[in-house]
């Protein structure tokens, strides 16, 4: 039978595995709580060069607007990002709401 504070101690491990993955993925951390194991990370939107994709769209006869679309929606918000661990030592993720 597993002991709790060998189970936390997995977790925390886990979550800063975690945390640490996200920041080689570019996100930044803007605010830790160790006391209650959580923390904000955020990541800025990227600026794409439109008229770049308008020359590909151009040169593709449009297939490349479907690129271009993906990418509009996936890069030109900021995104930020919540990972914790619950009270009961279970590891969680979730997007908060930004304005």
């Given at each position: 039978?597993?002991?709790y504070?060998?189970?936390?101690?997995k977790?925390?491990?886990?979550?800063?595995?975690i945390?640490?993955?996200k920041?080689?993925?570019?996100?930044?951390?803007?605010?830790?709580?160790?006391?209650?194991?959580?923390?904000?990370?955020?990541k800025?939107?990227?600026?794409?060069?439109?008229?770049?994709?308008?020359?590909?769209?151009?040169?593709?006869?449009?297939?490349?607007?479907?690129?271009?679309?993906?990418?509009?929606?996936?890069?030109?918000?900021?995104?930020?990002?919540?990972?914790?661990?619950?009270e009961?030592?279970n590891?969680?993720?979730?997007?908060?709401?930004?304005?």
């Amino acid at each position: 039978m597993k002991s709790y504070s060998l189970t936390n101690e997995k977790n925390l491990d886990r979550f800063y595995e975690i945390i640490a993955a996200k920041t080689r993925n570019g996100f930044v951390v803007t605010e830790h709580n160790e006391k209650l194991p959580y923390v904000v990370l955020s990541k800025e939107k990227k600026e794409l060069n439109h008229a770049l994709h308008l020359f590909i769209s151009l040169m593709t006869l449009g297939f490349w607007v479907i690129v271009w679309i993906y990418l509009i929606l996936n890069f030109s918000r900021k995104k930020d990002i919540l990972v914790a661990v619950d009270e009961d030592g279970n590891l969680f993720e979730d997007k908060c709401l930004s304005a």
